[in-house]
């Protein structure tokens, strides 16, 4: 079986945990109320067994302690501000044992969990563990059942293990901490919302700010015990108006860092919200792009974008849970792009890819995919994905997936049918052949004239995370619909025509026929300054913004990228209606 750990890291990060004497890590543990409640009633849950069915052979305790605050303002108002605490519970309680359980199939449902209380009662933490340990249990004999059943109706079932064993860890860190000035941030966004009155074109416009310190609890029937901080916090930009012919067009921008103190200065969070602005407000005045096909450029933050959204799946492997023949559930998922490549070029032979949650900052900025230890326990590691064009790795949890049996420290989100995803830490796009970014628009403009086109095409931002509204992804879906296409990417939000006397323009509109990772193959040149591009991931490819309640923070460091020829074309959007009032003076006529 293949497995991509790196012992190294593995073994720094294993010292670190056990730095700690025996006598301290228990004293630690002895003091932290929640997570004595969880060792004790772990031990307690270990003798579950009802009448003849089967034993819990796993049980994993987690939760999250978070302290988050939320602020949104607009138009110089403050909309909500809030505070609060919660503590949410993950439970999981597995029959059978490491080869097979009762996971992985479409029996497997996804249990739903209140609160804990949080105060830290020792007795109240106990019961609602108690309580919740045992009705998983109960259901999860009873999917066992069902699934066994389900077996003896498949001719030439998948025989992979549905869970890794993984080596027991104890990593003990200091509960998280929210530090933050919550009226000098009101007094920010007071400020900063209230730029978008002076642009009569923005129509809809929110500043936001949300910071989150939780800390992340991990006891299980193995032995791994881990209390780690983990945090969160993000501004989001957005603005929305409407175009000469109705149509909808909107900019925004995403500040994502671990932590408030790494947020950029209020002067330079001061020119991203004019920024955004600005463009909004050039956006409706923008004509509207046709269907081309050539030369595309992806500039700095477009192509770190680009390479987020298309790697999100690309990077790692699925596994279609087990379900009876003729089932209308039949669990059916759509294959990662290089699923079967492993050993074949997937890119050119001059670019490297790879994935290192352990390094904490690049150039003096922070790197928000930054952790040491994943959801389940398990050291986080590097991971080679791509070398020298030839496809190496994945990123895994402890899932098996086909011939790929062993955790590399990446799950890091909740998946269906009982596994965790494996999910984008730090992923460095590296290039040893580059030019300057100048020299990227040169030769940008050489394909060009080359193809004999009157411009070619250069990207700025996309629409990621993606804020379109339900009315434009069912336009998308129509689209991809229509022209057959399995797979696209988030739609432009800047993009550029460049004419072959270098002025550029503009337009709006745009979309990407079928694309994904496997036209990586066809970047052309790379230029010589990285990227660096934090966000908040949800697990998705196109990473619809707050579509969930679970996230993580991730990084993608990659440079400029040129592609030969990449198929746009003009969106398929049904324009509305413009306002028949026009919108009031927000700012005092001089």
């Not at 809809?204 to 006891?219: M, W």
């Not at 860092?257 to 209020?266: T, Y």
């Not at 323009?505 to 300054?529: N, Y």
């Amino acid at each position: 079986m293949k497995s991509f750990r790196s012992t190294a890291a593995v073994a720094a990060l294993l010292c670190a945990a056990n730095s700690l004497s025996a006598f301290d890590t228990a004293a630690d543990i002895r003091k932290d109320v929640q997570l004595r409640a969880m060792i004790d009633e772990l031990a307690r849950s270990k003798t579950l067994q009802l009448n003849n069915l089967d034993k819990p052979y796993f049980i994993e305790y987690t939760t999250g302690d978070a302290d988050q605050l939320y602020i949104s303002a607009s138009l110089g108002g403050i909309t909500s501000s809030n505070r609060l605490r919660t503590r949410s519970p993950r439970l999981d309680v597995r029959v059978g044992d490491y080869k097979f359980d009762n996971t992985n199939s479409v029996f497997t449902g996804t249990p739903r969990f209140g609160g804990l209380p949080i105060d830290d009662d020792y007795s109240a933490l106990r019961t609602a563990l108690w309580m919740t340990t045992d009705t998983l249990y109960k259901a999860s004999a009873d999917q066992i059942t069902r699934k066994r059943n389900a077996l003896r109706e498949i001719a030439d079932p998948d025989k992979t293990p549905d869970l890794a064993p993984a080596k027991p860890v104890q990593f003990l860190q200091p509960p998280g901490v929210l530090n933050i000035d919550a009226q000098h941030w009101e007094e920010w966004l007071r400020r900063a919302s209230g730029r978008f009155a002076s642009f009569p074109s923005v129509i809809d416009s929110n500043v936001r700010l949300r910071a989150i310190t939780s800390t992340y609890r991990l006891v299980n029937s193995e032995g791994t015990v881990v209390r780690v901080p983990q945090e969160l916090s993000d501004i989001s930009i957005r603005a929305s108006g409407l175009a000469t012919d109705g149509s909808r067009v909107w900019s925004h921008a995403f500040i994502t860092a671990l932590r408030p103190s790494q947020f950029p200065s209020a002067e330079q969070l001061d020119k991203i919200v004019q920024a955004v602005a600005s463009d909004t407000d050039a956006l409706t005045k923008a004509p509207v792009m046709t269907d081309y096909s050539g030369p595309v450029l992806f500039e700095q933050e477009a192509a770190a974008q680009m390479m987020a959204s298309m790697l999100a799946d690309a990077v790692r492997l699925h596994r279609r849970p087990l379900a009876p023949p003729g089932s209308r559930n039949n669990g059916e998922v759509l294959e990662s792009v290089w699923a079967t490549r492993i050993g074949a070029k997937v890119v050119p032979d001059w670019l490297t890819i790879y994935d290192n949650p352990l390094q904490e900052q690049l150039q003096g900025v922070p790197l928000a995919g930054h952790y040491q230890i994943d959801d389940e326990g398990v050291p986080a590691e590097q991971v080679m994905l791509v070398e020298k064009g030839t496809l190496k790795g994945f990123l895994s949890s402890r899932e098996p997936v086909r011939e790929f049996n062993a955790s590399n420290g990446h799950g890091r989100l909740p998946e269906g049918f009982g596994a965790e995803a494996p999910v984008i830490g730090n992923l460095f796009v590296q290039a040893s052949q580059t030019v300057s970014e100048k020299q990227m628009r040169a030769k940008l403009l050489e394909k060009v004239k080359a193809a004999g086109l009157k411009y070619g095409i250069v990207l700025r931002s996309l629409d990621f995370p993606s804020t379109a509204s339900i009315n434009e992804l069912q336009s998308l879906g129509r689209q991809l619909q229509k022209g057959g296409f399995a797979r696209t990417l988030n739609p432009p939000l800047l993009a550029y025509r460049l004419y072959l006397d270098g002025h550029e323009e503009l337009v709006r509109g745009i979309r990407f026929r079928e694309f994904s990772a496997k036209d990586l193959r066809d970047v052309a040149l790379a230029s010589d300054r990285p990227y660096v591009l934090n966000y908040v991931n949800n697990g998705s490819s196109f990473n619809y913004a707050e579509a969930s309640s679970d996230a993580t923070t991730s990084t993608v460091i990659c440079p400029s990228l040129l592609f030969d020829s990449i198929d746009l074309a003009r969106a398929e959007d049904e324009p509305g209606k413009l306002p028949v009032v026009p919108p009031p003076a927000l700012v005092a006529q001089q």
